[in-house]
Structures are given as structure tokens and as C-alpha cells.
């Protein structure tokens, strides 16, 4: 392939992902990437609730923290929390420059305005979250802070499951997630229904299917999440 070819391919792309049905399709795959992220984080952490003093919890803590592939994905789930961040960001912004305020008619455009407006306040609620969560527990786990247990085989590793249960002994915290969760149901609520758009759901037998799907997982995953510190909190008092 010639240089110039390979130049007109890249500058294709570039334009494309600078236009608005680029970025929401970026939007909508960087989305599709954290909700699966949002699953498996959850199937791993209802180990907590084991009434085995932490023993699978932290088995499996280890086990993430140490197959090569599970760290490769890790980076990518940061890489894509922080597209999805800038890409909206953006968005957002194209989106206040290319709407004039003197349309006449505006209904339809400013319901749209408002739930990205909404989706970008519980954004900011999510990533504040995500600081004092990563904080708590992925720094801690990365750059010390935990102690250490004794796993199967003799090998050593971090006691996560004693700073879960130490950071959610404290109410105001479990409160805090209660309440954020509140708001990851909400923004997955709009988030499924914009993502169904720019793919282009449109199947008669599949699409209400899929949307129910959308429906349930939105309000299902939060509200296990923002039950396994309000279990913890109750079993420690
Ligand atoms: C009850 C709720 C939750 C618990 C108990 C929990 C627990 C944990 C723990 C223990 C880690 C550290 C793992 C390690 O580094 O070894 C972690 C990492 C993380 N958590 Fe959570 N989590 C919860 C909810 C959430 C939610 C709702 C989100 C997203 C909105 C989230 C996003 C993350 C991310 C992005 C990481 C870093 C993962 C990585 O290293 O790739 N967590 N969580």
C-alpha cells in the first residue's frame, strides 16, 4: 500500500472519529466495554458475601492481581474509562456550539440537552466515586497499605477482604455507595438507551427483547452492588 494511501485510510478514520456519529459510536463501544466490566466486577466481588472469613474473595483478589491476561485488561478498562470521560466531554462540548439558541421550535432538542446534561452530572457523580473507591481499595492493593494472609499452597497474599470489611464498617461510606449506585443505575438506564440508538437497534422480535435486557441490568447490578456494603455493614455491627 502506498504512503498516500495509508495516509488518506488514517485521515479517514480521524475524520470520522471527529464527527458526532463517531464519537457516539465511540461512546457507545467504550460504554459496552465498562458495563461488561461492571458484571464480572460484580460476580467477583458477591464472593464477599461467602461465609468463608474471605477465604474465595481474596483467592480470587489474588488470581486478578496476578494472570497476565486479567492485567492487560486492566489497562485497557482504565484506557477506556478515560475515552469514555474525554470522549463525552467533547461531545458535549460540539454539541452546546452546534445548537443556536434562537430555534424556534426546541421540544424535541431540548429534552435531548437535558438527559445529556443529566448523564454528564451523573458521570461526574460516577468518577468522583471511582476516585474515593480506587483509593480505598486498588491503591491500596497496588502501592501498599494491606496486610497479607496465607492462601491455598502457602502462597502469600493481600487480605482485601479485611479492608472491605474495615472500610465498610463505617456508615457514611456505605451510605456514600448506596447513593452512588443510585446514580450508576440511572446513567446506565439513558447509557443503554443512546447506546441502542447509535447501533442502530431496529429488529421487531429482538430489539424489545434486548431493551429489557438493558432494563433489568440497569437497575439489577447497581442495586447487588450497593448491597454488598450494606450486608457487610449490617454482619459487622
Ligand atoms: C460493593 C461494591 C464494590 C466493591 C466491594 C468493590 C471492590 C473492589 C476491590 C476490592 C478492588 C481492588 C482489586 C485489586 O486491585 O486487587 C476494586 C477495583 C476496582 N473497582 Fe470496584 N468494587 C465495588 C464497586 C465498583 C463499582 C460500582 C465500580 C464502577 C463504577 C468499580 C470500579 C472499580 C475499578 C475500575 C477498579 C480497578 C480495577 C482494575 O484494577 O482493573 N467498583 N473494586
Redesign the pocket.
Known sequence: MSTVQTKNKSNWLLNFLSSTIGRKLLMALTGTFLIL??LV?LIG?LQ?LIPDDGKSFNEY?YF??HNKFIQFV?IG??FF?VLHIIVSIVLTLANQKARPVQYAYQAKDQKSSAASRQMMVLGSI?LL??IM??AH??AK??FGGLTDIELTGGVKG?N?YAE?VAVFKEWWIVAI?VVC?IG?AFHLLHGFQSAFQTFGLNHQKYTPLIKTVGLAFAILVPFL?AL??LLIFIQNQ
Do not use: D, R
Open positions: 466490566f461492571l466486577h466481588n464477599l483478589a486478578m492481581g486492566s478498562n482504565f474509562i460516577i466515586f471511582l473507591h480506587l481499595f486498588w492493593s497496588k493481600h482485601l472491605t455507595y449506585m450508576v452492588y454488598i456494603p
